[in-house]
């Protein structure tokens, strides 16, 4: 079974704070993806990796940063978080061979006072 | 235009119900079509792909028109358990998925 682990469940931390979230997953798949999700925008992807150390942008990139340095981790950074950035953050990962299926972690629920 | 669109609904039907929904997308060079569901609270998991001949899998039936660039997603027999968000999504020929906002489904006794 794919388990695809995210690093909290619940976080609340204040503007201009640096917030790391992480998320782990324990198949070995190459592709791995950062989502956020608020009501009436869906899922909105914000940056992929392709394989340790690649890291693409995706739709909305701006105030985030992320980090791949082993293949089963991928770290999503706000450098220097916002009250706009107060969303529901996904993790997902798909294998190269598997087809385009993504798998999802639980989710973390960020607010930003 | 959004790239993917759906009836954000919600859908409020009785148990044994059959249901509809439908998605439209805007890139005709598209070539893979999935439904997710997404429970309350809860991250998104596959339902089923969607392949060009249609397919089934038990009371759900999943349909691609390509010509007019729609995806329908019908579920028989509706169990409260059915009740969630179902999320629409495709491959535009790019190594990204692209989601739909969600048609949230309601079974009531």
């Known amino acids: 079974d794919v388990k695809v682990t995210q690093s909290s469940r619940y976080l609340v931390k204040r503007t201009g704070e640096k917030v790391f979230l992480e998320c782990v997953q324990d198949m070995d798949h190459e592709n791995m993806f950062w989502y956020r999700q608020d009501p009436g925008l869906g899922l909105r992807l914000i940056y992929f990796?392709?394989?340790?150390?690649?890291?693409e942008k995706g739709d909305i990139p701006e105030g985030y940063s992320v980090s791949r340095e082993k293949k089963e981790r991928f770290s999503l950074i706000l450098e220097s978080a916002s009250t706009n950035q107060t969303s529901m953050y996904l993790c997902?990962?798909?294998?190269?061979?598997?087809?385009?299926?993504?798998?999802f972690g639980p989710g973390t629920r960020l607010l930003v006072l | 235009r959004k790239e993917v669109e759906q009836d954000p609904g919600p859908f409020n039907v009785p148990e044994g119900a059959t249901v509809a929904f439908n998605c439209t997308y805007s890139?005709?060079?598209?070539?893979?079509f999935f439904w997710y569901r997404q429970d309350c609270r809860k991250e998104p998991k596959l339902l089923m792909s969607?392949?060009?001949s249609g397919n089934e899998d038990g009371r759900f039936t999943a349909q691609l028109n390509r010509a007019s660039q729609y995806i329908s997603l019908l579920i028989r027999d509706s169990k409260l358990s059915d009740s969630a968000t179902y999320l629409c999504v495709v491959n535009p020929d790019t190594d990204k998925l692209i989601f739909g906002t969600g048609t949230r489904l309601q079974v009531f006794p």
């Open positions: 990796s392709y394989d340790v150390k690649m890291k």
């Open positions: 969607v392949y060009s």
């Open positions: 997902a990962s798909s294998s190269t061979s598997g087809g385009e299926t993504q798998y």
């Open positions: 890139n005709s060079a598209s070539q893979s």
